[in-house]
């Protein structure tokens, strides 16, 4: 420093009268941003900071939020480590989603006002690492008291289902069923298998069996029974259902199970080595990770009724990395994917 004052190359008031242009310039940016903060407090709007780390560190921060139904929240996102995403999930935004995304160094942020007093999940939506799925947040909304409304029991718990159980078809088909040449076949189709009630409570190896023993479906063989079998999974559906239903579970499911629904998707590899881990004393304590569903394998999936898939879906694998998706996703969104899911053991119609 004092041979640089000898040699006249610091220069002071050059020196000060940059440091002057740089305090103005962060008391403008600072100023902007109080303003920022006094017009949102003055338009009703509570600010809310949320950092995103991976569930390991901590996960959203904070992660439980209330508010008033009616009152505006000005939320202010951002990570500390990788690239996240933000959602709510429930009824009230299937059909109008919030969805953004959550970098490291950047603030993404989101207005929310709630109509309806409750409790709503926010989750992230960038597969983040091996317990993404654990990244969920709840904002607590109160309001005024209303008549309270039961819910109704998710059909799996209405049937009495033991969604853990194995439950392996005891008949399979020798080739994959086909909608179309059961449709051809669906004048012989008893009415009372035409329900959506009799549909999704009974697996496909149950139908095969009632259809097998109606007297007048004696003449058909086991295979065209199975296409009959196929034609009533889709006579209860939809080609939007399935298109939904696919989408819906490359957003959320692929990762783990795979495009195909092999089981065999990018995170397959890492349950595995954890439950490995778990099981040879090497990893921390906990539930032990299993291998994500294989829905290609023929027995397996036959033998599962639509309400016990469906389930598997809200309640998720209690601790084995299968997440649970009752509060994120709409219980008409749970049955596109069950309806979706059939597609790999049914070809669909022609």
């Known amino acids: 420093m004092l041979k640089v004052l000898k040699e006249g190359k610091f220069n002071l008031p050059e020196v000060f009268a940059r440091g002057i242009v ?17 017009a949102s407090a003055a338009a009703g709007e509570r600010v809310i900071e949320i950092h995103a780390r991976m569930p390991e560190a901590g996960g959203w921060t904070p992660a439980e939020l209330t508010a008033r139904a009616g009152e505006t929240i000005h939320l202010r996102l951002t990570s500390d480590d990788v690239v996240h995403g933000f ?8 059909s109008n989603p919030i969805s953004l995304d959550v970098e490291p160094g950047k603030v993404s942020e989101v207005t929310l006002n709630f109509d309806k007093p409750g409790k709503y999940t926010f989750y992230c939506t960038r597969w983040c690492g091996l317990n993404h799925w654990r990244m969920r947040g709840s904002i607590e909304v109160s309001g005024a008291e209303s008549k309270s409304v039961e819910q109704a029991k998710p059909l799996y718990l209405q049937l009495g289902l033991d969604i853990d159980a194995a439950h392996p078809a005891g008949n399979v088909p020798a080739v994959a069923p086909s909608a179309g040449r059961g449709a051809l076949l669906g004048d012989s189709l008893p009415e009372d298998y ?11 190896a149950q139908v095969w069996e009632d259809l097998r023993a109606e007297p007048g479906l004696r003449d058909l063989t ?3 029974l199975w296409d009959l079998v196929a034609f009533i999974w889709w006579s209860n559906t939809t080609p939007e259902a399935i298109r ?10 692929a990762a783990c199970h795979g495009e195909s629904g092999a089981g065999d998707g990018v995170m397959a590899g890492r349950l595995e080595a954890a439950g490995a881990a778990i099981s040879a004393g090497e990893h921390e304590s906990g539930h032990k990770p299993v291998e994500p569903a294989d829905f290609t394998r023929v027995r397996e999936l036959l033998g599962a009724s639509p309400a016990l898939l469906q389930g ?12 649970y998706w009752g509060p994120i996703l709409s219980e008409a969104q749970t049955w596109e994917i069950v309806d979706y899911l059939w597609t790999f053991q049914f070809s669909e119609e022609p």
């Open 22 to 38: 740089v305090g103005l310039l962060l008391t403008i940016v600072i100023g902007l941003g109080y303003q920022k903060w006094r």
């Open 87 to 94: 959602a709510i999930g429930g009824e009230e935004f299937a």
């Open 194 to 204: 035409r329900s959506r009630e009799y549909y999704r409570a009974h697996s496909p």
């Open 222 to 224: 086991s295979a065209e």
């Open 244 to 253: 939904e239903g696919e989408q819906l579970f490359a957003s959320n499911c």
């Open 312 to 323: 598997k879906i809200l309640r998720g694998g209690m601790g084995t990395g299968m997440p």
